[in-house]
């Protein structure tokens, strides 16, 4: 009989607030979750890698909560996340680090080489170490706040077999909102259909692009032309912290024997938004936004066309959108 997949899941957060002295505030954190057999996907990303169970070119394993771990709730994950989260503020200035470091271990059926050959079913034993660092400064002077945020987290190279180790970053729930507001089309937009998904690897809910972690900057310029209008602007170059394999699908999976070798470029574009808000009535805001992407090279893809590998070169992409939004 099939066993269950499910265990018994849980998280621990502990996260006191301080104030050593007016303007700022210092949250440390800890956090442990653990979690038997398969989980949400929100807490564990899904990445395609070979070496897991059932992983080959013809039926690629991807490493998500439906495949995880054989679906056994004997095979469990115990994962440690310890940092700080610090706001500061001065007249016009202000700051808001945060830093996180994340290690663990998890339980995982892999295809693993044994003395040079292939061992399917293996239980192995993953080692997890990530970071995370997010850096958000700020000026304002009268009407005009200009902001800048950088963001850099950990990965793993396009060769790494994930069975063994994982350098990428997992929050437990971001729920599409990681960096909503600096991007329409590398995050979460106003109108809520865009949001980091898809062919740009849960960015928003993962944090990091596929295995491949992140590295960002951010610059955002708002004017508040009365106190019910604000105009905006965003330009934001986006990298991954280890080279992207092109020679993958846009789901970054399996194509052929060719995928996960090697790393081919780490640019994943540039994107430039202008938006409007405008609160014309108690509760209530009208936006307006378009943004454009400057597709990187990080983007590109492939595909078999009849039987032979092809690269796809990404094109750039638009969207414009507008929203009445109540709030009570």
Avoid at 55 to 71: E, H, I, K, L, V
Avoid at 75 to 84: A, L
Avoid at 115 to 140: H, I, K, P
Avoid at 203 to 231: C, E, H, I, K
Wanted: with cysteine.
């Amino acid at each position: 009989r099939t066993k269950v997949n499910r265990g018994n899941d849980f998280a621990v957060i502990v996260s006191p607030e301080f104030t050593p002295f007016k303007g700022l505030d210092i949250k440390p954190l800890y956090s442990y979750f653990h979690a038997g057999g398969a989980t949400s996907a929100a807490s564990r990303r899904a990445a395609t890698d070979r070496a897991l169970l059932g992983g080959t070119t013809a039926a690629p394993a991807t490493y998500s909560s439906a495949r995880y771990a054989g679906g056994s709730p004997e095979n469990e994950e115990n994962r440690h996340t310890i940092g700080v989260d610090m706001r500061w503020r001065s007249g016009p200035f202000g700051f808001d680090p945060t830093v996180y470091y994340q290690w663990g271990t998890r339980d995982v059926q892999c295809t693993c080489p044994t003395n040079g050959a292939a061992f399917t079913g293996r239980e192995v034993e993953t080692d997890m170490s990530a970071w995370l660092v997010d850096l958000q400064g700020s000026f304002r002077a009268g009407p005009f706040l200009l902001e800048a945020r950088g963001i850099y987290s950990t990965g793993n190279e396009a060769r790494d077999n994930l069975a063994r180790s994982i350098r990428y970053f997992e929050p437990l729930d971001l729920d599409t909102s990681y960096y909503a507001g600096w991007a329409s089309i590398l995050a979460l937009g106003v109108d809520y259909f865009n949001g980091g998904g898809g062919s740009n690897a849960a960015m928003a809910s993962n944090v990091g692009y596929d295995r491949y972690g992140r590295a960002q900057f951010g610059v955002r310029g708002t004017y508040n032309v009365t106190p019910a209008v604000a105009l905006y602007t965003v330009v934001s170059p986006t990298w991954t912290a280890e080279e992207v394999d092109t020679d993958t699908s846009a789901a970054r999976g399996i194509v052929s024997d060719k995928s996960f070798v090697q790393g081919d470029s780490r640019y994943i574009g540039t994107e430039w938004d202008l938006g409007l808000t405008w609160r014309f009535a108690p509760n209530t805001a009208f936006d307006l936004a378009g943004a454009y992407l400057f597709a990187g090279e990080a983007l590109d893809n492939s595909e078999l066309l009849n039987g032979v590998h092809t690269k796809k070169s990404a094109s750039d992409a638009w969207t414009t959108a507008a929203r009445v939004r109540l709030s009570f």
